[in-house]
């Protein structure tokens, strides 16, 4: 009798599946690393004695299933209930559950003819999960593009276009946008959101950096949910945690599909000691945008030309060679930054903001090549 084979014993549709590629964490000491949009600086003091202090024989014991004090601290933070939070394994994970619980999976993902139940739409470019997550569930995919300069399209603009479904299951909106670093206005957001007939999501992963940010509408619509993160902002993208904002039925919705124990105890007391020391945060985003504003600046100077950001990245045009190229100079100058393939982004790269010192040392860099050019 012959044994089964591996690959006739998993679901064809992920055999053909490409998993998401994450930026590079590199094992060489000693590099820059300004490619995956993580914080230069460290959490709080508060943050790092709370969790040293849970660090102990209660290791064995389940965390709260439901996250309850961290919800409730949310709650408070954004002016409505627990029952409006959904707290997941990053906000990857909440992200993933709604394509679950909105989106029904098609029997042929790849037909031209679809009904809007299945369908997950975002615009292009924005974030590369979205993507991924549709292929995941089976879901049918519609990726818009944005306007040439990466703003949004106005809702008349996708009527006239015909490509957007407002009736779609789900629609993704990276909002400040990744990796163009573009914010939207609330207001252009909310008439996007109303004219909308399925669930909107509005990831805010890098909305503390920006002027504004569109929580309102996640309280205000019964179809809008907003994904926050305690990864980019707060520093804590390695203890994994993200929520969701919205009403309350959507919430159930998801929380029935979640995993028992999804937030992991050392992540929940990190995110609630965070929660009690804003200030501290306040501060380090501060410093990012001013870094941010220098960066741009020294760079434009180089003859790069900076888009204008509300996040903690900048996408840039290099001068004098490909972007590809410039990926590599600079990663032999020590110095990691992002370059994307996609069409809409390959003349650029994608440069976290670090401290203040890891920005000179970039701009000392860029410098160098160009000098030696
Ligand atoms: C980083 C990022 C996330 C994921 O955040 P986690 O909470 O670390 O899973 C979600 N959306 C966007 C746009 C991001 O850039």
Redesign the pocket.
Known sequence: MSLPRPKNLIRPLVHDLHAYVPGEQPKIKGLIKLNT?ENPYPPSPKVLRAVKAAVDGRLRLYPNPTAEKLRAKLAIFHGCQPENILAGN????V?ALAVRGFVEPAKNPKSKIQNPKLLVQYFTP??S?YSVLADTHGAVKNAVALNADFSLPSVAELQRGGQWNFHAALTLV?TPN?PSGRGYSTAELEKLCRAQKGVVIL?E??VDFANENALKLALKFPHVLV?R????AYSL?FQ???YFVGHAELIAALDKMRDSYNVNGLGQIAAEATLDDLKFYRANFKKIISTRARLARELTKCGFRVLPSATNFILAKPPLFPAEAWLEKLRAKKILVRWFSAPAVKDYLRITIGTEAEAQSLVQAVKDVIRDA
């Open positions: 949009n990053g906000s990857d994970e992200l924005s974030y999960l990276t990744a990831d992963a890098y994904a993160t305690f990864s980019k993208c994994r945690v993200g």
